[in-house]
């Protein structure tokens, strides 16, 4: 038995879509094997987010699996996001660089239809782990300083319409991505 891939690695993938896949992209984008990508296909057709398109051996994604993902229309050009990503690169710099600062960045990457050569792309969707400077013994994380966590990583996103900055999970780092560190 294959091991399930994370949900949120799934609807990355419905998310970043236009048009036909098949579940050789599957296996590209999110680096899995043929049969974790032909069960995580068959999971997205359960839950309504996938559909064969005729007798090929092609899906599309569908309005659920558009809506539950979080997808928008692509208005965006590859440029204007790479642009945001250079940006964005050197705010994390400018962060680790500052001694006094509350966090420090220990993992950026970036993932999306950007990374595809379609002229037209969503927001970079990007995972950032922060490290505290300053931590407790036990190393937990109260609500507090989850709250002070997501705060800061709007702050980084510095109101960029070509960014979705969030917190870092491992399977950003197991899928087609790009480092910013």
Do not use: C
Not at 19 to 29: A, H, I, N, R
Not at 118 to 145: H, K, M, Y
Not at 147 to 176: G, I, N, T
Request: aromatic content about 6%; glycine content about 4%; overall charge neutral.
């Amino acid at each position: 038995m294959v091991p399930l891939l994370p949900a949120a690695e799934l609807l990355s993938f419905l998310k970043q879509t236009h048009g036909p896949w098949t579940e050789g992209d599957v296996s590209k984008v999110l680096n899995v094997s043929s049969a974790e990508a032909k069960q995580a296909v068959s999971a997205m057709q359960l839950q309504g987010y996938a559909e064969p398109i005729a007798r090929t051996h092609k899906w599309r994604t569908t309005e659920a699996g558009l809506t539950v993902s979080g997808a928008k229309t692509a208005r965006l050009t590859r440029e204007a996001v790479e642009q945001a990503l250079t940006a964005l690169r050197d705010r994390i710099q400018t962060i680790n660089n500052d001694k006094t600062g509350e966090y420090t960045v220990s993992e950026a990457v970036a993932f999306g239809d950007f990374l595809s050569e379609d002229a037209r792309v969503q927001p970079a969707d990007v995972g950032i782990r922060l490290t505290p400077r300053n931590t407790d013994v036990n190393g937990s994380v109260s609500a507090i300083e989850n709250r002070a966590e997501q705060v800061f990583l709007k702050q980084l996103r510095a109101k960029s319409a070509a960014l979705h900055v969030q917190a870092y999970e491992p399977w950003m780092s197991d899928r087609l991505h790009r480092k910013l560190l």
